[in-house]
């Protein structure tokens, strides 16, 4: 056990993440990416790790949600009071952008774990005097603005981010983990530092190797806007000659580039510049000694995409301590002690008695279901079978996949039983789809007002996902094979012993056990499904809500809790974080 007073000088972890979710009044994260990079956090700081995070303020964060009566989303800045939540602290590190010296500062919020240790996150920050206006705003929104902002805030993690921890004194770090593509700008300016190091004019292979070995990469998706590319030129009038990249006019080392790293995608000749990218996965991918998935399948996958490149798998999981509701973890206490530093102790759940584990599920679910019911004015009742439905409303996700056939769901509610059905979540500014899809659920949603109950909640934030997936009674996920790399939502849910009804793909094939875990929606996972059958995916949706859950909550209640009770001794004692941080530690941070 390491001790919990780790000095600057003693991290040997550093995580970098575009966003980090930490707490629902710090608005700098948009979705599961964030969320996980919190949750990770936690883990390590719970674990006694020797780590360190970095990531951008985003002052203005993400958005703030606003929809209209018809279901059209709008955006706000989403403003707050950056001196309420961390410290300033004195040290500055600069990049040079355009030929302008941004100055970075960062902010530090510590990040207590169960036995009193802690994991320092800084947030970088350019709103400073000595910067340009423009530079002021650079780490303002999060994925916001054109492809030059994104380019300059990746350089401002990756290289600003490096430049930082040395500042402050992080000079032993031995691995640097890169959640997602957006900090592999890191890659170079480690490898500039071990040409200056060893005092050579040129780039040695054994100081590409010296930095992948420093080096973990996470890719955490197979949709292709999620890996980040760049033009050359715009790369070219970004940094110029320097900032990690040595002198991309100069062909030799354009050349370099593309033939020994692998970063830069050619396609024709590459004297061509408009046909050349900068392309971060591959940066990433060639710059990292390990490079890994967030799920069994979303690992073969990558490998499929990728597949010149030796890509393992790690399957993601969430804070247990964090996304157990208030009921759940006064329960634990006082029947599974040990359980916050120690999730494996969740196998123990099935001893729990069956009425006492569905009395802290209704205890929940009313506070869930009056918070509903003030928000909508929908009058929602406890004793109703409740589904929630709440992630990034992205169109792959098929969030209205649910009303594919509204006159199945009328019989369904007329014949087995009625439900009620809870959504949330934000599509990004401009995801047209992700708008369109929100607006489908509101036409469903009056269309169906006599048989469902349907409600959608604004803004998604940390604290309404964690009261929704700990209130519902099951919880729904229907993306498009196979584009769910992992999700995390069902595991939250599982955690507070509510089942998911979900399509196989992602953590599901790896976490459902039909009929005892949860159930199924579609086939068996296997493949690569292109273009999906969405006919055939509600028909077995409809199939499993009629004939096995709505006569299962109905009219089996003691099975339905047996079901709650294998989620979490099965799930939840897997699928968390306090795993997921020690799989990364046996295999990738100390070797």
Known sequence: MLRKDISNADRAIAYFSMEIGIDAEMPTYSGGLGILAGDTIRSAADLNLPMVALTLLHRKGYF?????????????????????????????????????????????????????????????????????????????????????????????????????????????????????????????????????????????????????????????????AGHDQFPIELVRRVFGSREGFWDLQDPFLLDLATRVFGFIDVHGDINNASETRLNMTRLALNMSHYVNGVAKKHGEISKLMFAEYDINSITNGVHAATWAGVSFQRLYDELIPGWRNDNFNFRYALSIPKATIWDAHVEQKKQLIEHVNRESNLGMGVDILTIGFARRSASYKRGDLFF???????????????????????????????????????????????EIKIAYLENYDIDLGKMITSGVDIWLNTPLPPLEASGTSGMKAALNGVPSLSILDGWWIEGCIEGLTGWSIGGSGDGIKQGGDRSGDALSLYDKLERVIIPLYYHDRDRFIDVMLHCIAINGSFFNTHRMVQQYVLNAYFL
């Open 64 to 224: 703030y949600q606003l929809i209209s009566d018809d279901g059209q989303q709008t955006e706000e800045p989403a403003e707050w009071v950056v001196d309420d939540f961390m410290q300033e602290m004195p040290e500055r590190a600069s990049v040079t952008i355009e030929g302008r010296t941004v100055v970075i500062r960062p902010w530090k919020f510590e990040v207590k774990g169960v036995g009193g240790s802690n994991v320092p996150i800084y947030f970088l920050d350019t709103n400073l005097p000595e910067n340009s206006e423009w530079d002021r705003t650079l780490t303002d929104f999060l994925y916001g603005g054109d492809q030059c902002y994104r380019l300059c805030q990746e350089a401002i993690l990756g290289i600003g981010g490096v430049r930082i921890l040395r500042a402050l004194g992080y000079g032993q770090i031995k691995s640097f983990h890169m959640n997602e593509g957006h900090a592999a700008l890191l890659t170079m300016e480690l490898l500039d530092e071990e040409v200056q190091r060893s005092g050579k004019t040129a780039i040695a292979r054994s100081d590409i190797e010296a930095v992948r070995q420093k080096c973990i990469f996470t890719t955490h998706t197979p949709v292709p």
């Open 404 to 450: 594919t056939d509204i006159e199945r769901l009328k019989n369904i509610c007329a014949k087995s039983g009625h439900i009620q059905m809870i959504y949330a979540g934000k599509a990004h500014p401009q995801d047209l789809s992700g708008k369109e899809a929100i607006q489908r659920i509101y036409q469903a949603r009056d269309v169906l007002k006599k």
